[in-house]
């Protein structure tokens, strides 16, 4: 006589894997339950920003502030991803003569626009959002 036993087991995740994050929402929650300090700052309109088609919300994370442009679906964030250049330009039609170094992430239909060289601010992004789709120079 054979007996076979099965057994499953379900575990809830600490942390938040990228497909989690596709939200400006879900982007502070995130963080946030990775310990830092988050909040949300005010909304800028596209025609202020100049790049991208939709409207900015500041995510202010410890003393770092966060760009998250969310649009209604993934496929027109990929549109505006698609030109954003590899020394992180946002478009072709606009050079921005960034403060310190751009880094993009893109996760469903999210982008985040992030300019700094904070290691723990680029770490928490990675992990939640994958690598960046474009970085421009400037952190060492």
């Known amino acids: 006589i054979a007996l076979f036993g099965l057994s499953t087991t379900t575990c809830s995740q600490e942390s938040t894997v990228p497909s989690e994050v596709g939200?400006?929402?879900?982007?502070?929650?995130?963080?946030?339950a990775k310990g830092l300090e988050v909040s949300l700052g005010p909304e800028t309109s596209p025609q202020t920003n100049g790049y991208f088609r939709v409207s900015s919300r500041d995510v202010i994370v410890a003393d770092a502030r966060l760009k998250g442009f969310e649009y209604r679906t993934s496929g027109?964030?990929?549109?505006?991803?698609?030109?954003i250049s590899a020394d992180g330009q946002p478009n072709p039609r606009a050079h921005i003569g960034w403060v310190s170094a751009p880094h993009f992430f893109k996760r469903g239909q999210l982008i985040v626009l992030y300019v700094g060289c904070a290691d723990r601010i680029l770490q928490t992004l990675e992990q939640l959002m994958g690598a960046a789709i474009a970085e421009g120079p400037g952190c060492s």
């Open 23 to 32: 939200t400006i929402n879900q982007l502070v929650n995130a963080v946030r």
């Open 76 to 83: 027109e964030a990929d549109a505006d991803a698609a030109l």
